[in-house]
């Protein structure tokens, strides 16, 4: 899709033109609780992952290695690679995945506190009930979700250590 290190700009309200079922945004504090609206942002997105606290970005080095002759290093960028990992290999929820790769690669080899957050809109489909916290990569619905016709907009988030905001 895109090379590392590339990045998409969207100027409209709304991600995609209904074909975008999920998003990832790596900013600090879009979801800030109770001072960001994520309404307009919806048009057939299932969830959207992001932070209510300030994320960190960082680097970090340690010997390793044959007698320790080596450097190895730690990126925080590691938290999409795990995720996707997590979610779409091993099979785990969109939720789980997310929160679990913030944990192990920003909160405890970065050291960082910090909140991640998923918000979605929920309700039912074709007579069932759908929450996408919840879903799966492997059986998730092929299709934009809730475009008008919903029931609410959830969120869950997490504290890991002591977040700035």
């Known amino acids: 899709m895109y090379n590392n290190g590339d990045r998409v700009y969207n100027t ?7 074909s975008t079922r999920w998003v990832m945004m790596n900013s600090c ?5 109770g001072l960001t609206d994520q309404q307009p942002w919806f048009d057939g997105v299932h969830s959207i992952l992001g932070f209510s606290s300030l994320s960190w970005w960082f680097k970090k080095s340690w010997r390793c290695g044959f007698l320790w002759l080596s450097t190895c290093y730690d990126y925080s ?10 979610w ?18 920003i909160y405890e080899d970065g050291g960082y506190g910090v909140e991640p957050k998923i918000v979605y ?8 009930f759908f929450d996408p916290w919840e879903e ?3 059986t998730s619905y092929l299709g934009p979700v809730f475009r008008t016709n919903y029931s609410g907009i ?9 977040p700035s905001y």
């Open 121 to 128: 809109r929920y309700g039912y489909i074709n007579g069932q």
């Open 88 to 105: 779409i290999k091993n099979g785990e929820t969109i939720w789980s995945a997310y929160k679990t790769s913030i944990k192990t690669q």
């Open 136 to 138: 799966k990569f492997a």
């Open 154 to 162: 959830g969120s869950r988030w997490i504290t890991y250590g002591t």
């Open 12 to 18: 409209d309200k709304s991600f995609g033109s209904g």
């Open 77 to 86: 960028e590691d938290a999409a690679s795990e995720f996707a990992t997590r």
């Open 29 to 33: 504090k879009v979801f800030q609780n």
